[in-house]
């Protein structure tokens, strides 16, 4: 699959496709039953099926704080529409300047003259251009006399289908892996590099695999039993996720200890999967009270592990 990041890299064969733009967060079976559509439709108009994402999302430009945690970043929504088998990922870089184009241009300038949209598939409630004026409608009318066809995402759904993002974001957030996993077609994972942390973990015996978040809001917060697959095998582990309050923390990050495990991690990217939440992350009085329950975290995940089926 082919990745376009930014307008500027639009090139002339990329003319003509069929299109279809969102958030795609997670990639669930609800975007996996109108990617499949868009696919047969690509299929029959003999085009490429093209995704368009924006990064950031809108929401995180204008209202971080309002904005939903993040299931999926760009990589992993490259990683699953590939597996699909979308042929173009199109990412647009969200600006200031780029919501304050006029609707008219969104659709003249980007999706006619330099994308060459032959069939255009969106949610009924998208909205773009200057103060989101442009809308299902402006695009229905605007199909009529561009010569391209427009239709709702509602078109394509599987038949009452009540999977959405933000039910998948609920069954995390209260620990319902299982549910997670049936909405999105399969586990959910966490990707991302090893990097340097502050190596407290080495203190006390548990040496941790710290990977970065980067997201502004994570779907998952606490302690966890679960799996961690690096490019030597996968490993039962004890995650912690969170900002690490007794330690001040202040970024969002994941650190894995990896049960019988004995090698370097250091610049690797790694796949994390949760299975059992073990407790909330919570603020201890000091590092000693915390080196205790990370023993009987330890303890409790090697349990839940050893009879997970």
């Not at 704080?65 to 979308?86: F, H, Q, T």
């Not at 080196?291 to 409790?300: G, S």
């Amino acid at each position: 699959m082919e990745l376009i990041r930014g307008l500027h890299n639009i090139g002339t064969h990329h003319h003509g496709c069929v299109l279809t733009i969102g958030k795609f967060d997670g990639v669930h079976l609800g975007h996996q039953a109108v990617l499949k559509s868009v696919l047969q439709k690509a299929e029959e108009l003999n085009l490429p099926a093209v995704v368009m994402v924006f990064e950031p999302q809108p929401e995180e430009l204008f209202s971080a704080e309002r904005a939903p945690a993040r299931l999926s970043l760009l990589k992993d929504k490259y990683i699953a529409l590939r597996d699909i088998g979308v042929h173009r990922l199109l990412c647009v870089r969200f600006t200031r300047d780029f919501s304050a184009i006029s609707p008219q241009s969104f659709i003249h300038d980007l999706l006619i003259k330099q994308l060459g949209v032959k069939f255009l598939v969106v949610g009924d409630d998208f909205r773009f251009g200057y103060k989101r004026e442009g809308d299902f409608d402006m695009l229905r009318d605007a199909s009529e006399t561009a010569g391209f066809d427009v239709v709702s995402t509602q078109s394509f759904k599987v038949h009452d289908c009540r999977i959405s993002s933000t039910a998948v974001r609920t069954a995390l957030s209260q620990g319902d892996f299982e549910g997670a996993k049936e909405m999105l077609g399969g586990a959910y994972v966490i990707r991302g590099k090893v990097v340097h942390g502050e190596k407290n973990g080495r203190t006390i015996g548990y040496p941790t695999a710290n990977v970065l978040m980067r997201r502004h809001k994570s779907p998952v917060k606490g302690v966890f039993a679960g799996l961690v697959k690096t490019k030597t095998g996968i490993y039962n582990a004890v995650i912690n996720v969170g900002n690490r309050p007794t330690l001040n923390g202040q970024r969002m990050q994941l650190e894995a200890h990896l049960f019988d495990f004995d090698g370097d991690l250091y610049g690797q990217n790694v796949e994390v999967e949760l299975l059992k939440k073990i407790r909330d992350e919570i603020k201890f009085p000091d590092f000693q009270v915390l080196k205790q329950q990370i023993n009987k975290d330890a303890t409790q995940a090697r349990s839940l592990l050893a009879n997970f089926e």
